[in-house]
């Protein structure tokens, strides 16, 4: 990965890390407790080292085995899970720092990003023609279909329904 690529990389990371702040934010206060950007600052930090742990060891493993790689998020995945088992150094202030993010605060600025990339390649989008919306419109329908009845198998199981 060259200097710029990973320029690129950090400054899309800090960005995501000051909107989703901002968004965890709004989203603890409508919970009723808030949790200002300062009080996630901790959280928003060690994630933001776990991104960037993982996509160094997926630069490297990916340099070693020229390409052949498991995706970025294997690894900073990989890395998180390991940060979090109980009994790893640290383990406790790692899950406690992360707990006080939502998960919808986080995943708004890296959607937004992700709809301005395809924005950005709107013509290369075009060209898929109605196909591409075909299967996006099956997969999302699948998708809903396979939750919902694994929810309702879940539920009659515990006894809920």
Same mark, same amino acid.
């Given at each position: +990965?060259? #200097? ?25 206060? #409508? ?6 950007? !300062?009080?996630?600052?901790?959280? +928003?930090?060690?994630?933001? $080292? ?9 630069? @490297? ?6 390409g052949?790689? @498991? ?11 390991? +940060? %979090? ?12 720092s992360?707990? #006080?993010?939502?998960? !919808?605060? @986080?995943?708004t ?20 023609g109605?196909? $591409?919306? +075909? ?7 699948? %998708? ?10 879940? @539920?009659k ?5």
């Amino acid at each position: +990965m060259t #200097k710029d690529n990973w320029f690129v990389y950090i400054k899309v990371l800090v960005l995501s890390a000051v909107f989703a702040s901002i968004g965890n934010w709004i989203n603890t206060i #409508k919970a009723g407790a808030p949790v200002t950007p !300062l009080d996630s600052l901790p959280g +928003m930090l060690l994630l933001f $080292i776990i991104t960037v742990l993982g996509l160094v060891v997926w630069d @490297l493993i990916g340099k070693a085995t020229g390409g052949k790689n @498991l995706p970025a998020i294997a690894y900073i995945s990989l890395i998180a899970i390991i +940060m %979090t088992i109980p009994g790893f150094p640290g383990a406790e202030f790692t899950a406690a720092s992360i707990n #006080k993010i939502g998960l !919808l605060p @986080l995943c708004t600025p890296i959607l937004a990003y992700a709809g301005i990339s395809i924005g950005k390649d709107l013509d290369a989008f075009r060209k898929q023609g109605f196909a $591409i919306v +075909m299967v996006a419109l099956f997969a999302f329908v699948g %998708t809903y279909i396979g939750s919902a009845i694994i929810a309702q198998i879940v @539920l009659k199981v515990t006894g809920i329904i």
